[in-house]
């Protein structure tokens, strides 16, 4: 019913907007037309265009977005209007307009300065927030690879194995595992992988050097008709840097034996050219009392060409490997006993390896002043190998229980999109269209899950065989803005086709090529989208958002035809403000509702995330954002969320490791003379471990530290402390049912891994 209702709001608003266009463009131009600006804003050093600066007219609220080439027009223009000039990073401008710059070229240079929320306007974006959290980014540069997603407001990570896998995310009321409702991506590059062989749109970033981010783009919610499989929760796109200003070798020596280099450093640096290299080196013991071993290395190669016209092209190529051993989830009991540590094992022989190679390129084209083609293209090669115990001795009281998890998979695909801007007489009425088509295409071979002993002795083989997976796309939508208000409906079309080759089946294991037992599924899915925004001046905005969205089922599931849903839908609403009543203070605050065809829920014994029933959420989002000097700014978020499952009773509804009550926060110091810091905070409360609450997992408050110091041109000196206070907390946590090697009954309980405790490291950089 609700999508019914959504396809006729859709329909009725895309009528409007014709039918207002329509009206616009019989107006007879003579007696109606309007004056205007236009010009190039560049920066006052380079002299080079810049993109994204924000023309505002403060009288009519009419705005514009300076181009690749740095062109901006703004319509409908009057003697005595306000017209301001802002972007991050630069200092903001404001002019009146005379009677002699109407019709005229205006080209304007800005100066850089340092960040500030005065630099934000608050136009009618879909996504506003996204360029508050870039403020946030800008004041405290991520550090590790796994601080990169808590940047996003609400979301909380947890490490399974101290950097070596992804991380287990929460995001809305969701325990994600490692990205089933949240979709990644790098520069356009997608990062979950279906199918795989550890869980459903397994998301791992650690191939992302932390020095190279440029910003972070977010949505909540599946309400973005570009975004895809697994965008349910929300999405998250991040932006690394298409050129470095400066060369950057930097080295952290710190607590158990941990090592990280860093270097960037420039390769080409012409006028339309720029290429640089990249490189990352961890190694570490871990905080584990059977020593880690972990070792990972980052390579990134980046070509960039920009005329600064109408065309930029970008060129990535990339390599990640990783190796480490593991320590695993531990269970309460052998804590209390005193037969291990917390920071002991039962099984020390966990661990793994994996690595991915990438080379993807985004070009740009602008096609005139109001049409501009996006392309992307990509080539990904994925090796993963990891090797868990989670039930220790229940399966197997000889051997042990342990499990490998292990895949390679070759990724391909491109998207392509055009973008129509259509110029109106009156500024304030305004229609972009954009559209695009795309394909992404997995090969994954021997997908495997198998028994295993010390890593080296293959037991059983569980699940062996090759997975095909091809999703095909198009999508379309219309920002119409009328006014103060701004309408943007849209409607996305995947199509999926899924293949299994089973190898344990007799015929098939003995000759692949006969696929015996080669199943194949297809299915389609519609997603109609609607966001709306009311901005009747720069220090307010309201919105409401709705649609829907999904996250596709493992094609081993699928093809198995076990009855679940191939494409889960999920329908979302969000109601919300943000406003500005200071010049340097930005609140936000949200009510939203998600509802899921089918969630998926972690199984501790049989180590896989596996399809459940339906379930609800709803929640409300608190953020605040204030800068308090030039040199000194603090921001929070406060996440509450009402998690259940639909199909059960009550009191056995409740949806395990969903986070109800959420918050981040960080205050941190820049530019104050030689010196800047950071103090952040997360904190996640106690939470339901099962479906009847019998078993929590409990919450935690951790705070980091970071602090900088300027000693020398190009030189700084750093201190890095995780867990300030020494706080004792369990980073992952789950409910499973275990037997230790001596124990007769198995017993159900929180087995967890243990958060980090205080933990300092040195860092000494310079630039040049």
């Known amino acids: 019913m609700f999508k019914n209702i959504l396809y006729v709001v859709l329909f009725l608003v895309i009528s409007t907007t014709y039918a207002t266009e329509t009206e616009t463009i019989i107006i007879d131009p003579i007696t109606t037309a309007p004056h205007e600006i236009n010009g190039v804003v560049k920066d006052s050093q380079t002299d080079l265009p810049i993109e994204g600066i924000v023309v505002y007219n403060k009288t009519s609220g009419a705005y514009a977005s300076s181009n690749i080439s740095g062109y901006y027009k703004l319509n409908d223009i009057s003697v005595g209007d306000i017209i301001t000039f802002s972007g991050l990073g630069y200092a903001s401008q404001e002019i009146t307009i005379t009677e002699t710059q109407l019709d005229t070229i205006l080209d304007i240079r800005m100066d850089e300065e340092a960040v500030s929320l005065e630099q934000v306007v608050l136009v009618s974006e879909i996504n506003s927030l996204t360029s508050l959290v870039d403020i946030d980014v800008q004041n405290n540069p991520v550090k590790s690879a796994q601080e990169i997603l808590r940047r996003v407001p609400g979301l909380i990570i947890g490490q399974h194995a101290g950097g070596g896998k992804a991380e287990q995310l929460f995001l809305r009321g969701f325990d994600i595992d490692h990205g089933t409702d949240v979709a990644i991506d790098v520069d356009g590059l997608p990062v979950n992988l279906p199918s795989h062989a550890h869980g459903q749109g397994y998301a791992d970033l650690h191939f992302v050097i932390p020095e190279t981010i440029d910003n972070i783009d977010f949505g909540k919610g599946p309400y973005y008709a570009d975004k895809g499989n697994f965008n349910t929760a929300g999405y998250v796109s991040l932006k690394t840097k298409k050129a470095i200003d400066e060369n950057l070798i930097s080295l952290e020596v710190g607590q158990f034996n941990t090592v990280r280099a860093v270097s960037l450093i420039k390769l080409l640096d012409g006028e339309y050219s720029n290429a640089y290299f990249g490189s990352e080196l961890v190694l570490t013991d871990g905080v584990f009392d059977s020593p880690q071993d972990f070792n990972r290395i980052n390579l990134l190669g980046r070509y960039n060409f920009n005329n600064f016209e109408d065309e930029e092209l970008t060129i990535s190529i990339s390599h990640f490997q ?4 593991a320590s695993g989830q531990i269970p309460q009991r052998a804590v209390d006993q005193g037969l291990i540590s917390r920071f002991g094992a039962i099984d020390d022989t966990e661990g793994g390896l994996t690595s991915r190679s990438n080379i993807w390129l985004n070009h740009r084209k602008q096609l005139s002043e109001h049409q501009e083609l996006k392309t992307k293209a990509f080539l990904s090669r994925y090796d993963f190998e990891l090797y868990s115990n989670f039930t220790f001795f229940l399966e197997d009281p000889e051997n042990g229980d342990q499990i490998r998890q292990q895949e390679g998979r070759t990724i391909f695909g491109a998207e392509t999109v055009y973008e129509h801007t259509f110029d109106q007489k009156n500024e304030r009425n305004r229609l972009r269209f954009n559209a695009g088509l ?38 379309a939508s219309a920002t119409y803005k009328v006014g103060n208000w701004t309408f943007n409906p849209g409607l996305r079309i995947d199509y999926f086709e899924f293949d299994y080759v089973d190898f344990l089946n007799p015929f098939g294991f003995l000759n692949p090529d006969l696929n015996i037992d080669s199943i194949s599924e297809d299915d389609i899915i519609f997603s109609p989208k609607f966001n709306t925004v009311f901005t009747p001046n720069s220090q307010l905005q309201l919105f409401a958002k709705a649609g829907f969205g999904f996250h596709s089922n493992d094609s081993r599931v699928v093809t198995a035809r076990t009855g679940e849903e191939t494409l889960p839908s999920a329908f979302g609403v969000d109601i919300g403000t943000i406003v500005k009543p200071l010049n340097g203070l930005v609140l936000n605050a949200t009510l939203w509702g998600l509802s899921l065809e089918q969630e998926f829920v972690y199984v501790g014994d049989a180590a896989v995330v596996e399809p459940s029933g339906r379930s609800r959420r709803l929640g409300v989002e608190l953020g605040a954002r204030y800068q308090i000097n030039k040199w000194l700014y603090a ?40 010196f800047s810091g950071n103090l952040s905070y997360r904190y996640i409360k106690d939470r339901p471990a099962n479906e009847d609450n019998s078993i929590v997992a409990e919450g935690y408050f951790v705070t980091d530290l970071s602090a900088n110091y300027a000693f020398a041109k190009g030189w700084n000196i750093g201190l890095i402390v995780e867990n300030l206070f020494d706080t004792e907390w369990n980073e992952t946590q789950f409910a499973t049912e275990t037997r230790l090697f001596d124990e007769v009954n198995p017993v159900e309980e929180i087995t967890f891994t243990p958060g980090t405790p205080f933990s300092a490291r040195v860092k000494l950089s310079v630039t040049f």
């Open 322 to 325: 990783s190796k480490w051993n």
């Open 635 to 674: 921001n929070a978020d406060v996440n509450y969320t009402y998690a259940r499952s639909i199909d059960e009773i009550d009191g056995q509804d409740f949806i395990p490791l969903a986070p109800d009550l959420t918050s981040s926060g960080s205050i941190a110091v820049q530019n104050l003379g030689k």
């Open 438 to 475: 795309g394909f992404r295409y997995d090969d994954n071979n021997d997908v495997e899950l198998s028994r295993t002993r010390d890593r080296r002795v293959l037991l059983e083989r569980l699940a062996f065989g090759d997975v095909d997976e091809v999703n095909a796309y198009g999508f």
